[in-house]
């Protein structure tokens, strides 16, 4: 395989999206399904570091990652080197049929990252919502219990299950019932909008998860599941203290501690896992997205006890660690080895920070700019009355989209924009991509303001 490079600045070479990207998402449409949506309709060609050129030859530059999976770069050559061997040597036995060596290494690397100075054992499957539902299935059998507390603004999955876990309802639940029962649902510490203000957050929201447990029986749960940074769900970042809180919680009632890892962690803010930042350490941790560089791959690491609980059998998949998935996280592992790309996401934080944070007093649009390392997001709303402004959040994507920006829009109001860079990202680049979404936020706010100034004229 030849690997493919891509020149790391930003080209506008037609409109975005292109002639040729219009026809084939013209094509698409007549043969795909209308269930799945589309950020920005442009087909790529090639990618590498943190730039996805477009069939029209357009270079974008890339703030979405593949939603936080390319983050060694979509043509790492570490990847390229292992996943090139092992796609020569054989593409699927089925690890539960007959063994490869790959599905050990992968597992020991993440028994010794992972948090927690315990013996551990790992499982590997596909994608994160079959780790989620895993992470469930071992903590059930191993606690003889069935209750999993989930939080407000979760993101788990789109399987049934994790869709009960999952807190949005459009368009993630839609349509989808019925769902699940014994997920039950606790607030979620998020500072920003706090009723009583960001300094209550934590204790307010641990009374509740006490209370709601106490109502339920403590001893009915199996497990509590929650992001250490949500992800889906606006790049919230609980307020300190929240997590080993509940960590706690957890202990004192038996019940299961599952760290959903799969946005957050493998370096994505600074720490090698988003719960290090408060020494948070998992029962059973769940890595997926950046786990294997593109290839899917997912997996629950945690604690013998637990892992070892569940029947011989009954944890499996037919693709479940597939030779090709597993090769690619071993490239994975090796592109994170000199501590580099971790390092990294410090300094993107920096620049972003330097450039983002001024506009939260320029902008009247802007309430909230945060995150942690490469994992950073920008809240758009009413300033007074934080009213979300989906609206606005969408324009500001819109805009940058057509100056060659990729930036996602999330949140449960759908009104925060979010970064997730590849840790490979160039200083200039990242600069130039932070300058046209400056540039577009400041515009739209200016456009925000006649707007409102008019209505108050005409009022
Ligand atoms: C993406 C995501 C999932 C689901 O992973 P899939 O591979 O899409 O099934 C679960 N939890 C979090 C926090 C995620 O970001």
């Known amino acids: 395989m030849t690997p493919v490079s891509v020149p790391q600045s930003r080209l506008l070479a037609t409109a975005i999206p292109g002639p040729r990207s219009v026809e084939l998402h013209a094509e698409r449409l007549k043969h795909v399904t209308s269930g799945f949506g589309i950020t920005l309709p442009v087909f790529i060609d090639r990618a590498d570091g943190a730039i996805l050129q477009d069939v029209d030859g357009n270079r974008i530059i890339d703030f979405a990652s593949g939603i936080a999976v390319t983050s060694v770069g979509a043509s790492n050559p570490n990847v390229q080197a292992h996943v090139g061997d092992q796609l020569a040597r054989f593409t699927h036995t089925c690890f539960m049929v007959t063994e490869y060596d790959s599905f050990t290494a992968v597992c020991r690397w993440l028994n010794e990252h992972t948090p927690g100075e315990f013996e551990k054992r790992t499982a590997l499957f596909s994608t994160g919502a079959e780790a989620i539902e895993n992470a469930i299935k071992i903590a059930r059998s191993a606690t003889g219990r069935q209750k999993v507390l989930v939080f407000d603004d979760a993101y788990h999955g789109r399987s049934l299950l994790t869709m009960a876990m999952t807190a949005k309802e459009n368009p993630y639940k839609l349509n989808f019932g019925p769902f699940p029962t014994e997920v039950i649902r606790a607030p979620f510490a998020a500072p920003l909008r706090w009723p009583t203000g960001a300094e209550n957050a934590t204790a307010e929201a641990l009374a509740a998860v006490e209370r709601i447990l106490d109502a339920e029986g403590p001893e009915t749960f199996a497990a509590m599941v929650i992001e250490p940074i949500q992800g889906e769900g606006g790049f919230i970042v609980p307020s300190p203290g929240f997590l080993p809180g509940l960590r706690e919680i957890a202990t004192r009632h038996g019940i299961v501690f599952v760290l959903d890892e799969i946005q957050a962690g493998m370096g994505r803010t600074g720490l090698l896992f988003a719960s290090n930042h408060e020494q948070v350490v998992g029962d059973l941790t769940v890595t997926a997205k950046a786990l294997a560089g593109g290839l899917p791959l997912s997996a629950v690491t945690g604690r013998v006890e637990l892992m070892n609980a569940v029947h011989a059998g009954g944890l499996g998949g037919t693709y479940a660690g597939n030779p090709l998935a597993c090769a690619a996280a071993l490239g ?128």
């Open 332 to 459: 994975v592992f090796e592109a994170f080895e000199d501590g580099a790309l971790v390092a990294n996401a410090c300094w993107i934080e920096a620049v972003a920070r330097e450039m983002l944070d001024p506009l939260l007093s320029a902008a009247g649009i802007v309430v909230d700019v945060r995150g942690r390392g490469a994992m950073l997001a920008v809240e758009f709303a009413d300033r007074d009355t934080l009213a979300p402004r989906a609206e606005l959040a969408k324009e500001i994507a819109a805009r940058c989209h057509a100056q060659g920006l990729l930036v996602l829009v999330c949140g449960t109001y759908s009104n925060v924009i979010r970064l997730l860079p590849p840790l490979v990202i160039e200083e200039a680049l990242l600069r130039d991509g932070l300058t046209v979404l400056r540039d577009v936020v400041v515009q739209v706010d200016a456009a925000a303001r006649e707007t409102a100034t008019r209505e108050d004229v005409a009022a």
